[in-house]
Structures are given as C-alpha cells and as structure tokens.
C-alpha cells in the first residue's frame, strides 16, 4: 500500500513538470495564439504511454493526446534524441492545427546527469521510460482559408496533414521534415518558431523528469506512477458508486453544420451498473443514435469524443486525484463508426474539435443531471466562437505584402450551478484559453478592437442566473477575408431543473455607412477596408426557478 504523503508528492512533481512544459512554450512561442492565449497543451506519460500527469491546459487536447502519442509509438521507433510529430486527425490527433510532438524520455539506472533528449543516448538500456508530450494550435496550416478553420467538405481542404513522422533523430532536426511543412503554410516563420517552442517544452519535461528519477531512484519513481494510475481508478470507481444505477439518456443539437441547415443530432445513453465483476467498466456511454458523419466540417474523430467524456469524469472528482488514464478504467465509450462523433476518412473535421466536442459535453452533462441533479450545472455558452482573419499585410504596414492568420476563439457564459450564478466572459468546458489582449492584437495585426464588453443579460434566468457572454467587435484596416466557425446562433445553452435558457449568439458585419448585415455561424465574408466584424457570444442557462419574490 503507498504511503498516502508521498503519493500526494509524486503526484505534485509530475504535474508541476506539465505545468513547466506548458510554461516554456508559452514564453518561446512566436504566435500570439500560443503565447497570448494559451491555446496549448502538455502532459508526462509512463513506459505504457498511459497519461500520468496533464497540465491546466485545454481539456479538448489532453484527453485525446493519448491517442496521438500512441500512434507516434507505432508508427516510428524512437529512440533517444527522437522528436515524432503528427496532427492527423484519423491517427489520433483532433484537427489539424493542432501540432503534437512526442519525445521519447530514456532513463538509466544509477545517478542522473542529463540535462537534454540526445542526452540519454548513452544512458539508456532497453526501451524508454517516460514520454512527454507538447500539443499547440498553430494559427495556420494551409488549406483552403486562412486560418484552416474554413467550412469544408473534406479533410484535404483543411490544411497540410501529418501522420507520425520524425521532427527529429538523435538530436538533430530533419530539415526535410520541416521544410515540407513550412511549404504548405502561410506563415512559415512563425510556424518555424512555434514549432521550436514545442521541442523546447519536451526537452523541459525530460530535463525534469531525469532530474527526479536522480533524485528519487528510477525504481521508486516505477512505483509512484503504478500508485498513481491505481489511485485515480478507484477514486473514479467511489464516485460511480455514489450514482444511482440505470440508464441515463439526453440528446442535444449542433445549429447545422453549415452546408445544409439541418440541425446536427448528439445522443447518448449513460448505462451505470455497478454489480459487475472486479476491474469491470462500470459506465458504459454509448453514443448510437447520434447522426452520421455530415458533409460540413464540425465531424469529431474518436479522440475528440473520448476526450470529451474523459473531461466530464474529472470535472467531477475532486481536484487532488491525478488526471491520469486510472480515471478511465471503469467507464466504456461506445462510438458508432462513421459518425459524427468518430468520423471517418475523407470527412472535414476543423469543427468537431472546437464545437462538436463543446456538444458532447453539453450532452453528457444533461444526462448526468438525471442522475445527480445536485451535481451538474447548466449548460455554459457551448461553443468557441471560432474567428479567423487572414489575408497579406497592406502596404503602409513594415510587413507590406507578407500573409498573415489571424485566429482566436471568443468566451461566452458559463451555466448556473447548483449552489450559485454562472460566470459571465469566460471559456468554459473543452476549451481553457484566454482572450488575446487587445495591445497583442494591435500589436501583431493591422486591425483594431472597437468594442470589447460583456453581452448584459444574455445568461438565463433561474434561482441563479446564467453568465452573461462576450461582444468583440474588430475593424479591419485593410481588405481580407474573415472566417467563423460558431455554434449556439439557433438555440441557445439549456437550463437546468427549471432555469431558463441563455440567450444565442449572433454575428454582424458592420459596414462604413453603417448598415448592418447578420451572418451565418459557418462560412467565410470577404470585408473591406473600415468595416466590422461583431461577435456576440451565447450566456449560459440558469439553473432553478426563479424565485417570485
């Protein structure tokens, strides 16, 4: 039995070497994307590549990194100094903008001097010990909108694809590798430097990780992950035993997904069962009868949707168990094949990642609050208000004729809770990133931000109220095509145990006379020089009649 104290310290040093990882790509990034809103992720996997310890990134890239780097471990044979990298969505990546590099972390028993990746080379004996993992969404990609968050019918539309191929080999960068992928983008520099700030991330956390097993004993540190894993299993098994056993079912809709104006069906049955025999699942969510695979790009892969389920899970626990693999051994996803929530090839799937994944979520919720009411809140604004700007640099900018992308998803309300209000303009649920300044946005952007508020009374009404979403208003100062990619624009977050519903987003251009012009959630506008573009984000639902008095 481990002693509770010093799995309570391994458990701290693994996610404060996340935390690390997290910190370094953050401050070495180029973009304003990574560096500004934090739109990454980082985690420390064990020899089995089971996820020991997640930082407090994005929920959407954590619990589907695995996947990725299992793939990456298939595919290549890394060894010491190896960087894979991947952002194939069908080989366990999202969408494609996100970029994930997986390194190889090698240990040698005895002391531990290795300060770099390369540097286990003449440490290690048989296979590595760790692998540590850096995950961020790179601004663009290619395809066919700047951005690479356009609505598209297909994943070739969608930008460069990567299956797992080797960034680097003993320390060294493949050249080729990279060169191919700065090629297909439009800013290859700061995809250059990007990509750095991800290698030099994995290099933190192997850095740490041989620090602690020199400190502690390779054997010890074995130990503590086995402890580690073990621990979040059965404390995800005592919170499955506080639910009712039986069938919880709930449906929920995406507005359409841009090519046709038929809403989007998510539907799954919770089947909790705990008179099962030791080490069984005891959840199963089953996700038959949710719609096929669409021809717009908001189709989820199998990462998305796990990940999504994986988040719910540890939103309940309590905040000290490790966000380790351990939590999933009870529960059971099931995804019908091509579907909307585990899309095959050739579907686009730019959306499913930051909306359809914002859906599932919305989705299991519901269907829990028929199990523990007093434990889920209503739903928060449910989408990532997705906005790409994209075009060349006009020709009083110092980078006259340069492309550039420009990307940020806009906060919104989060859902009422049992015991007090929603908070108003901030990301809730897949996705945890900030918005950009609006300094860094000037700074970097020929652009402006004329009106950046909360949206009053958009949260729902109920015993406590929902919050209130965001309006981002921007004025272009030169011609160049916008994209959005949004959701919630039909039917607005739902309440809970009689609150009201928050109230839907909506999308204006404004023009220079002053004309206004609404615009789908899906779909891209070609804008001139002077005019806006305004978001107004969703609030969330409230939660509980509103009182008479």
Known sequence: MPDPAELEIFRELFHAISEEMGASLRRSAFSPNIRERRDYSCAVFDRDAQVIAMGDHMPVHLGSMPMSVHAAIERLDLGPGDVAMVNDPFAGGTHLPDITLVAPVFIASGKIRSRHLHDGARLARGGPEFYVASRAHHADVGGAAAGSMGLSREIYQEGIRIPPVALMRNGKLQRDVLQMVLANVRTPEEREGDLGAQIAACNT??????????????????????????????????????????????????DNDGISDRPVRIALTVRIAKRKPRNAPLVTIDFSGSDEQVEGSINAVEAITYSACFYVFRCLL?????????????????????????????????GGNVETSQRIVDTLLRAL??????????????????????????KDHPRAGEPFAYYETIAGGMGARPEQDGISGVHTHMTNSLNTPAEALEYSYPFRVTHYSLRSNSGGAGKY???????????????????????????????????????????????????????????????RRGDRIRIESPGGGGWGKQSLH
């Open 369 to 394: 609050a028929k199990a523990v009411p007093d434990r889920i809140p209503a739903a928060s604004s449910g989408t990532m208000n997705n906005l790409t700007i994209g075009g060349l640099f006009p």
């Open 205 to 254: 956390g192997a850095r740490r990780l041989y620090e602690l097993c020199g400190r502690y004993g390779l054997s010890r540190v074995r130990g503590a992950t086995r402890a580690l894993q073990n621990y979040a299993e059965q404390m995800t098994r005592a919170l499955l035993d506080k639910i009712p056993d039986g069938e919880y079912s709930a449906e929920d809709f995406l």
């Open 465 to 527: 109220r929902g919050g209130d979403g965001v309006v981002r208003e921007l004025e272009l100062l030169f011609d160049a095509d916008v994209t959005l990619l949004a959701d919630r624009r039909l039917r607005g977050p739902y309440g809970l145990q009689g609150g009201a519903d928050g109230s839907p987003g909506r999308n204006v251009v404004i023009r220079q006379d002053g004309s206004e012009l609404s615009i789908p959630a899906k779909g891209s506008v070609r804008l």
């Open 318 to 350: 309590a905040e000290d168990v490790p966000a380790a693999a351990g939590i999933m051994r009870p529960v059971r996803v099931i995804t019908p094949p091509a579907s909307v929530v585990n899309a095959r090839p050739p579907a686009a799937v730019a």
